[in-house]
């Protein structure tokens, strides 16, 4: 029996005990204290060796720009830029120091953001190697402004997005109005200030939604081929940046993006050009290269309704709350055999609850899930994107710790 979740990295072993990344996950977090992020780089390195592939089957020029919103943890970061050839796309000024702190140079630096504030455009554009891409007409002007004849890019709004499931609070862009980038409409208001202050537009940007699996594929083609009709016409663009979004499968019915695909999606849309293909992808390479550790310290049923509760909320795992998005435990320790505990028998509804004190802290609601003890550890799947990169302390309850597992494996990269 094999779970849906599991691979050669994260699986429970003949004792019935968590593995992940060649390491018992009981044995970690009872040494660290929980809540407790894990990160397997291999898992990472894996990851965007994937991507890279894919990439290079278009015969395209390509760059991977890992999005560091996704998870700034310094020693990944600094895994990303000794073992691989990825830079970093950032939004914030903060965010650059940070990235450059890590080892990356300003020519590894994509910077895409919104509601830019002066402040910003002062320390940013100290840096001409680094790759400002605008979102608005005022950014164009006011970098003009500060550093007239400098190249930048132009980050576009097709009106039009996809994410995971088809969900709504993951997309970018749509039919109703977002702050992101330049719709078509004024297009040619923004080529006019770049004319003005003498900016050579070299990079085209758009980033549409987040999490698309195989079935959004078909969406994220036609959301390329409008942009590709806006992006023809400034003939000095030398680079296509097409956002991230890659997703990975969140539950037992997902299924997992075919890259041969997403990079036959590209070939068929951008294959005629010479345009350079670059992508910042964040959940694709580190979503499902971390997990969550917590402790089950209440387990009762009330009103009918089985509750396990532990000792980390919404605080240190957003997504659940924010976007609505499973965020599906396991126990780090079986009782028996898998097969026995995750036979159907076995299994009843369980709504997993938070430490903080808000209604809205539900992790997981009616999980169909094995008996537990209070004390039980449990490991949340796909914790290593858009989590700890989100903590709050809100209710002071923010306190975690982070680990990068390294093996021989990744050593070797």
């Known amino acids: 029996m094999s779970l849906w979740w599991e ?3 994260l699986a429970y ?14 044995t970690l977090a009872e040494r660290l204290s929980t809540p407790l992020f894990l990160y397997s780089a291999e898992r990472i390195l894996k990851n965007i060796e994937r991507v890279q592939l894919a990439l290079d089957k278009t015969g395209l020029g390509n760059r991977i720009f890992y999005a560091l919103k996704a998870n700034r943890f310094a020693p990944l970061l600094t895994l990303m830029k000794s073992f691989t050839a990825c830079g970093v796309d950032v939004c914030s000024p903060a965010e650059v120091r940070h990235a450059l702190s890590c080892g990356f140079l300003p020519s590894d630096i994509s910077y895409t953001a919104t509601s830019v504030s002066n402040t910003d455009l002062d320390f940013l554009t100290r840096f001409p190697d680094l790759h400002l891409n605008t979102d608005s007409l005022s950014m164009i002007r006011r970098i003009g402004e500060r550093d007239p004849g400098r190249s930048i890019g132009i980050r576009i709004n097709p009106a039009m997005g996809t994410g995971y499931g088809s969900n709504e609070l ?11 980038g330049i719709y078509a409409s004024e297009l040619d208001q923004a080529l006019e200030h770049a004319r003005q202050f003498d900016l050579r537009i070299n990079r085209i940007h758009f980033h549409t939604g987040c999490g698309y699996l195989n079935d959004q594929l078909p969406a994220w083609e036609r959301i390329m081929r409008t942009c590709r009709s806006m992006i023809d016409k400034i003939t000095t663009v030398d680079a296509v940046n097409l956002g991230g979004g890659l997703g990975v499968p969140l539950t037992s019915e997902d299924t997992r993006l075919d890259l041969s695909q997403w990079a036959a999606a590209i070939m068929r849309v951008f294959g005629s050009s010479s345009y350079e293909i ?4 964040g959940t694709y390479l580190v979503k499902d290269a971390g997990i969550l550790v917590l402790e089950a310290n209440t387990v009762e049923t009330k009103a009918g309704k089985r509750f396990i509760g532990v000792n980390g909320g919404f605080n240190l795992t957003m997504e659940p709350v924010h976007y609505k998005l499973p965020c599906e435990p396991v126990p780090c320790v079986l009782p028996d055999s898998k097969e ?10 369980a709504t997993f609850a938070g430490n903080i004190n808000e209604a809205l802290d539900v992790l997981h609601e009616d999980l169909l899930f094995p008996e537990i003890e209070e004390g039980a ?17 809100h209710c002071m309850r923010g306190e975690f710790s982070e680990y990068l597992l390294l093996n021989t494996k990744a050593d070797s990269h």
Request: charged share 25%; proline share 5%.
């Open 170 to 180: 993951l997309r970018y862009s749509g039919e109703k109005p977002t702050k992101f």
């Open 13 to 26: 072993s003949r004792e019935n005990e968590l593995i992940f990344s060649g390491r018992n996950v009981r």
């Open 278 to 281: 670059n992508v910042e992808p």
């Open 7 to 9: 691979r050669n990295d």
């Open 377 to 393: 550890l449990l490991a949340f799947m796909n914790a290593g994107a858009y989590t700890s990169s989100m903590s709050s302390n």
């Open 340 to 349: 026995k505990c995750f036979a159907d028998h076995s299994l009843t509804p």
